[in-house]
């Protein structure tokens, strides 16, 4: 059983203020066992937006929720015109030295798991085994009738096949994939139907208004209750979805530890806040640690 990193660390409720010191992030590693929980922080080196940081896409975009795709035909078509403009900017998007720091240090043993925000697929891509996809992921589609699950590559084909010609051009590509297109640029858009039973098919992710499955909220708290530590990387914790295990975590008296360049929600639970940009963040320690990034290039 692995001892909590000696962290000196009494909750007070007040939010830390932001640091550039690594030093407790490097001692919470070194001792091992660490659970990371990651937002979309980690993934705007590659390109892809967060929502709420400087310049995020909440500012200009408002996602889709769950009951709007349910409930409108209209809502659907301009959803999956949209997504499926995005896709293409998400196929193109490559981990970067956040996530290949993620990987490398799960490769040596400090990692108990990663529980990740994001629907990306940046932390497979790199190699980290076992992560916890708390939103899905845009790389699947499931049809809300039968429960068929496919490929989005396969649905991909057949938009291409359903609209031909479809070459908007975005004015930007959101966190969830959804690019910024007008109503004129949607058009006449075409949507496909589930090819088993013709029923409506949703990318298998979580929407805002739709509630994170219950089984998978408790394999991530099983995750937080076997952890020494939980590492926050890139998460605002805006959400209750990645808050809760950041309030579970600092209950039973684990050390919490942020880094993100802005203040977030779970802040006063924390040790420390790291200010700093990730992949630079996470290469330090690494180097630190002796472990080369280059080894969990994809």
Same mark, same amino acid.
């Given at each position: 059983?692995?001892?909590?990193?000696?962290?000196?660390?009494?909750?007070?409720?007040e939010?830390p203020?932001?640091?550039?010191?690594?030093e407790p992030?490097?001692?919470?590693?070194?001792t091992?066992g660490?659970?990371v929980l990651?937002g979309?922080?980690i993934?705007?080196?590659s390109?892809?937006?967060?929502?709420r940081?400087?310049g995020g896409?909440?500012?200009?975009h408002?996602?889709?929720?769950y009951q709007?795709f349910t409930?409108?035909v209209?809502?659907?078509?301009r959803?999956?015109a949209?997504?499926?403009?995005?896709?293409r900017?998400?196929?193109?998007?490559?981990?970067?030295?956040?996530?290949?720091?993620?990987a490398a240090?799960? #490769?040596?043993?400090?990692?108990s798991?990663?529980?990740?925000q994001n629907?990306d697929g940046l932390h497979? $891509?790199?190699?980290?085994?076992g992560v916890?996809?708390l939103h899905?992921?845009?790389?699947?589609v499931?049809?809300?009738s039968c429960?068929?699950?496919l490929?989005r590559?396969?649905?991909a084909?057949?938009?291409?096949?359903a609209?031909?010609?479809f070459?908007p051009?975005?004015a930007?590509?959101n966190?969830d994939g959804?690019a910024?297109?007008?109503?004129?640029?949607?058009?006449d858009?075409?949507?496909?139907?589930c090819?088993v039973c013709?029923g409506v098919?949703k990318p298998d992710?979580v929407?805002?208004?739709?509630?994170v499955?219950?089984?998978?909220v408790?394999?991530? #708290?099983?995750?937080? #209750?076997?952890?020494?530590s939980l590492?926050v990387?890139?998460?605002?914790?805006?959400?209750?979805?990645?808050?809760?295990f950041?309030r579970?975590? $600092?209950d039973?008296?684990q050390?919490?530890?942020i880094?993100n360049?802005? =203040?977030?929600r779970g802040?006063r639970?924390?040790?420390?806040r790291?200010a700093?940009p990730?992949? =630079?963040a996470l290469t330090a320690?690494?180097d630190?640690?002796?472990?080369?990034?280059?080894e969990a $290039?994809?």
């Open positions: 059983m692995r001892m909590r990193p000696t962290l000196s660390w009494i909750p007070t409720g939010a203020p932001g640091t550039t010191d690594l992030v490097f001692s919470a590693l070194s091992g660490v659970l990651s979309a922080g993934s705007t080196e390109g892809i937006p967060d929502y940081g400087e896409s909440l500012r200009r408002t996602p889709m929720t709007d409930a409108s209209q809502a659907r078509r959803y999956w949209r997504s499926h403009l995005g896709w900017t998400f196929g193109r998007a490559r981990p970067n030295d956040g996530h290949r720091a993620v240090f799960g #490769r040596h043993g400090l990692l798991g990663v529980i990740t629907v497979q $891509a790199v190699g980290s085994d916890v996809e899905g992921s845009l790389a699947r499931v049809c809300l429960g068929t699950c490929p590559r396969e649905l084909g057949r938009l291409e096949e609209n031909p010609g070459e051009v975005a930007a590509v966190p959804d910024d297109l007008t109503d004129e640029q949607v058009g858009f075409h949507v496909v139907d090819g013709g098919l992710v929407f805002f208004g739709e509630s499955p219950p089984a998978r408790e394999r991530c #708290r099983a995750l937080v #209750r076997e952890a020494t590492l990387l890139g998460s605002s914790l805006t959400v209750m979805s990645g808050l809760r950041v579970q975590a $600092a039973a008296g050390p919490v530890l880094v360049r802005d =203040p977030t802040d639970h924390a040790l420390t790291v700093l990730l992949g =630079p320690v690494a630190r640690l002796g472990i080369p990034l280059d $290039a994809p």
